[in-house]
T-cell receptor
Framework: DAGVTQSPTHLIKTRGQQVTLRCSPKSGHDTVSWYQQALGQGPQFIFQYYEEEERQRGNFPDRFSGHQFPNYSSELNVNALLLGDSALYLC????????????FGPGTRLTVL | AQSVTQPDIHITVSEGASLELRCNYSYGATPYLFWYVQSPGQGLQLLLKYFSGDTLVQGIKGFEAEFKRSQSSFNLRKPSVHWSDAAEYFC???????????FGKGTRLHILP
């Protein structure tokens, strides 16, 4: 049973560029949440997608956007990258809307130069 | 506002010694509480969770945690640590009907041989 997968593993971008990160949820899960983990910090909630809609959003600017596809996979897009966007981006999947056990992927390490 | 405090940034224990990692939370409603572990370069693995019922919960890898409502605490314990337990540990809080999980800043556990 495949767990949560994320791609790419690592990514290097320069300021002002745009980036797209991808996530495939655990088999049977229909909800995807995205978190940003800066170095030395705990993960911070960006947003959650369920039924292809953004259900809740954390304290992140509109430069951060997402999408969920009919197969429940998800993308996180970040526009106009800033140095401060450098972080580990974690995807978590769960079953149904609301707080159920979330299973995390290994993350995508984004470095903005 | 919801928050999680892990007062110890680093903890060092000898292999075979007992362990307690502290966690205090601030949450208006009845909380859902979690402990996650993160090894270097890895995603988050759920150790245990508390939703309701028995306030002493057992998790994987021999860990347990006790929910104390009066102290707003959810401390993680293990009677005898192994070198493989060296990792970063995150306490987190959420609630029914709320999609996000709020994480603490983490405690880095070091094991002495």
């Amino acid at each position: 049973d495949a767990g949560v997968t994320q791609s790419p593993t690592h990514l290097i971008k320069t300021r002002g560029q745009q980036v797209t990160l991808r996530c495939s949820p655990k088999s049977g899960h229909d909800t995807v949440s995205w978190y940003q983990q800066a170095l030395g910090q705990g993960p911070q909630f960006i947003f959650q997608y369920y039924e292809e809609e953004e259900r809740q959003r954390g304290n992140f600017p509109d430069r951060f956007s997402g999408h969920q596809f009919p197969n429940y996979s998800s993308e996180l897009n970040v526009n106009a990258l800033l140095l401060g966007d450098s972080a580990l981006y974690l995807c978590a999947s769960s079953l149904s809307r609301g707080l159920n056990e979330q299973f995390f992927g290994p993350g995508t390490r984004l470095t903005v130069l | 506002a919801q928050s999680v405090t892990q007062p110890d940034i680093h903890i060092t224990v000898s292999e075979g010694a007992s362990l307690e990692l502290r966690c205090n939370y601030s949450y208006g409603a009845t909380p859902y509480l979690f402990w996650y572990v993160q090894s270097p370069g890895q995603g988050l693995q759920l150790l245990l969770k508390y939703f309701s019922g028995d306030t002493l919960v057992q998790g994987i890898k021999g860990f347990e945690a006790e929910f104390k409502r009066s102290q707003s605490s959810f401390n993680l314990r293990k009677p005898s640590v192994h070198w493989s337990d060296a990792a970063e540990y995150f306490c987190a809080v959420g609630a029914k009907g709320d999609d996000k999980i709020i994480f603490g800043k983490g405690t880095r556990l070091h094991i002495l041989p």
